[in-house]
C-alpha cells in the first residue's frame, strides 16, 4: 500500500552538503509517521528524522542545525538536508513510514563521508 524510494546519497567530504529524497507511494495521512533512519556499518538503526501531526522533529544534538527534514505533499516526497556533514553521518539511510496498514522502509541509500 506505501512504497518509498530513497536517492541522493554519495560520497563527499567533510563539510560537505548532501539532499535525500525520499519518493513516496500512497497515502500518508496526517496521524501516520513518516521518518528517515540510518544505520552505520557495526551499529544498530537510528532515528533522524520525522514528520507526525504536521510536525517536524529532528532528534539529535548533533543533527540540529545541520540536518533539515521537508516535505512536498504535491510531490508526494520527503527530503533529508545535510549540511557540515561529518564521517560520524556516514551510514545507510532510510526513508520509514508507519501507517494504521503497516511498517513499510525503503531500500536505503549510502551516505559516506571522507576525505
Known amino acids: 500500500q506505501v512504497h518509498l524510494v530513497e536517492s541522493g546519497g554519495g560520497l563527499v567530504q567533510p563539510g560537505g552538503s548532501l539532499r535525500l529524497t525520499c519518493a513516496v507511494s500512497g497515502i500518508i495521512a496526517t496521524t501516520d509517521y513518516l521518518n528517515w533512519y540510518r544505520q552505520a556499518p557495526g551499529l544498530a538503526r537510528e532515528v533522524v528524522a520525522s514528520f507526525h501531526d504536521g510536525v517536524s522533529t529532528i532528534y539529535s544534538a548533533s543533527e540540529k542545525g545541520r540536518f533539515t527534514i521537508s516535505r512536498d505533499n504535491a510531490e508526494n516526497t520527503m527530503y533529508l538536508q545535510m549540511n557540515s556533514l561529518k564521517p560520524e553521518d556516514t551510514a545507510v539511510y532510510y526513508c520509514?513510514?508507519?501507517?494504521?496498514?503497516?511498517?513499510?522502509w525503503g531500500q536505503g541509500t549510502q551516505v559516506t563521508v571522507s576525505s
Open positions: 520509514n513510514a508507519i501507517t494504521r496498514t503497516g511498517v513499510y
